[in-house]
């Protein structure tokens, strides 16, 4: 069965602080990984997606995937309370043909709470 | 832009009862996803269409039925309700074309199975 592992938290941290959400998988075939924020009682929001290794930054955020290792990670730096939510993480798995229609497979969920 | 729409965004049924929980998309997007969200366990996909005309199961479909009724709308139905499908379900669009495509989420239906 494939898997996306994340720890459920809560993660609490800082105003300022920099805040990292870690993420891993078991299909060695995965080929592309997504980052969604959900806050409480609202639908997820894509912020970030990774689909080669190293670091891909935007703005506050910077996502890092090694395939080897099979980690997906998320950097919040300078967090803000605003940042307070439920992070996702998705991968895109495949079948066993190699074709996946785009379907994902989500982790549970880090729930992070950025206080003052 | 509208996006994803789901209704109805809230509902209230009896154990038995059947119900059809409505989404489109107006991003001209091939692929379509249904997924329930419960406490502690992530999203589920419970069935997609990878394009019009196909749909096929997901985890968790038992329980489920599907119809992709053209481009725009896909609609998953409950034929005799149970507690157990008590949850908040989500629609979600992807154009189809390219793996490096992320899914957009409607705003979700929250449904009680009484």
């Known amino acids: 069965q494939k898997e996306v592992e994340q720890n459920s938290g809560p993660l609490s941290v800082p105003e300022g602080a920099i805040a990292s959400l870690n993420c891993t998988y078991s299909d060695r075939g995965s080929q592309s990984f997504f980052w969604y924020r959900q806050y409480s009682g609202k639908s997820p929001e894509l912020i970030m997606s990774i689909y080669s290794n190293g670091d891909k930054e935007d703005g506050r955020f910077t996502a890092q995937l090694n395939k080897a290792s099979q980690y997906v990670s998320l950097l919040i730096r300078d967090s803000q309370p605003s940042d307070s939510a439920t992070y996702l993480c998705a991968v895109k798995t495949s079948n066993a043909g190699g074709t996946s229609y785009g379907k994902l497979t989500f982790g549970q969920g880090t729930i992070l709470t950025v206080h003052p | ?114």
């Open chain 2, 1 to 114: 832009n509208a996006g994803v729409t789901q209704t109805p965004k809230f509902q209230v049924l009896k154990t038995g009862q059947s119900m059809t929980l409505q989404c489109a998309q107006d991003m001209n997007h091939n692929s379509m996803y249904w997924y329930r969200q419960d406490p502690g366990m992530g999203l589920r996909l419970i069935y997609y269409s990878a394009s019009e005309g196909t749909t096929d199961k997901g985890e968790v479909p038992n329980g489920y039925n599907v119809s992709r009724l053209n481009k725009r709308e896909f609609s998953l139905r409950l034929e005799s309700a149970a507690p157990s499908q008590t949850s908040v379900y989500f629609c979600a669009s992807r154009p189809g074309h390219g793996h490096n495509q992320p899914q957009h989420f409607g705003d979700g239906t929250r449904l009680s199975i009484l």
